[in-house]
């Protein structure tokens, strides 16, 4: 088992239709470290930490999301433990302000 980062830009119908928060959830559910927050541009911005097997598996739902939710791309990024930082204080994954 060896832990990834992975930052991920979800765009489409994304924001107005509980995408972070089933973003939040499904991660907590996988056991995964990171966040989640609406950028002003419309997207959906995430960062995944865990075992790459189930990063992967939620990288995959995020293509999906939830049911009112329209995905047009997923941009998936290589990214470094620091951005953990940004969650909120004791928190394993945090849903953070629009940036």
Known sequence: MSEIFRQVTITGRVQGVGYRAWVAMAAQTKGLAGWVRNRR???????????????????AACHRGPSAAR?????????????????????????????
């Open 41 to 59: 541009d419309g997207s959906v911005e995430a960062l995944f930490a865990g075992d790459d097997t189930v990063v992967t598996d939620m990288i």
């Open 71 to 99: 995905v047009d791309a997923v941009v998936v990024e290589q990214a470094g433990a620091a951005l953990l930082a940004q969650r909120a204080a004791g928190e394993r994954f945090s849903i953070l302000p629009t940036v």
